[in-house]
């Protein structure tokens, strides 16, 4: 699958397309196919490696392969098998690691059915 990856610190131009590892499901989890995705400040230092303690999270002294992305709206495409209230072809929203990618996987409580008022663009924001 394909997914926006950094491997430095910087401005947008550290960010490339790869092909990545699509996750695997586990037993309660939820793979979605990503639709939409949006960033929020968390994303931008994420990034930038500052304040330095993002960089504890994200990779050090540099990212290695690191996906960025937290919010994203999609529809299911597989469940594991403790997974109660999804099931595929669900339109969800909700937040998770790595969401700028074709595919994200998070367990079930990371999720919620999308608002049908809403655009999948709308619930990702």
């Known amino acids: 699958m394909k997914a926006i990856v950094m491997n ?40 930038r490696g500052s304040p330095w303690l ?4 994200v990779g050090f002294p540099n990212p290695k392969d690191h996906i ?6 999609g529809q299911v495409e597989a469940v594991g098998e403790n997974v109660t209230r999804l099931q595929p072809g669900d339109k969800v929203y909700g937040s998770c690691e790595r969401a700028l990618a074709e595919f994200v996987c998070a ?14 663009e709308q619930a990702a924001a």
């Open 68 to 73: 960025l992305g937290w919010d994203v709206a």
């Open 8 to 47: 430095a610190y910087g401005g947008p131009d550290v960010l490339e397309l790869k092909e990545v590892d699509k996750p695997e499901v586990t037993e309660n989890d939820v793979l979605v196919g990503a639709h939409a995705a949006s960033l929020n400040a968390g994303d931008y230092f994420s990034m």
């Open 107 to 120: 367990p079930e409580g990371k999720f919620a059915l999308a608002p049908t008022n809403l655009t999948l």
């Open 54 to 57: 993002a960089r504890l999270d």
